[in-house]
Nanobody
Framework: QVRLVESGGGLVQAGDSLRLSCVASGRTLRTYTMGWFRQAPGKEREFVAAISWSGAITNYADSVKGRFGIARDSAKNIMRLQMNSLKPEDTAIYYC?????????????????WGQGTQVTVSS
């Protein structure tokens, strides 16, 4: 129904900023939650942030609070993750995902559609 494509990853130094984008296309539900997850080599996928359809409600993992910001554009088909004060431990493949039912959650099993991922590497 929904196709997600991430972009914006790259190699940066600690303290730098990056902005990731996720574009949704194809058949879309009228409303859906979108979120960001990340997975580092040898580690499990972890929740980063989520945003409601309207953009009025957001949620962040404790590890990124105060540094990352999640937003959706006026068309509701583009989600962005502004990442500031990046740390080496932020290094991971970042995935955008869509949740089509249930309350907003950090549980990746509740997200039905995923993008291909974009690599973020932060050097010290």
């Amino acid at each position: 129904q929904v196709r997600l494509v991430e972009s914006g990853g790259g190699l940066v130094q600690a303290g730098d900023s990056l902005r990731l984008s996720c574009v949704a296309s194809g058949r879309t539900l009228r409303t859906y939650t979108m979120g960001w997850f990340r997975q580092a080599p040898g580690k499990e996928r972890e929740f980063v942030a989520a945003i409601s359809w309207s953009g009025a409600i957001t949620n962040y993992a404790d590890s990124v609070k105060g540094r990352f910001g999640i937003a959706r554009d006026s068309a509701k088909n583009i989600m962005r993750l502004q990442m500031n004060s990046l740390k080496p431990e932020d290094t991971a493949i970042y995935y955008c995902a869509a949740q089509f039912s249930g309350p907003m959650t950090s549980d990746p099993s509740q997200y039905a559609t995923w993008g291909q991922g974009t690599q973020v590497t932060v050097s010290s």
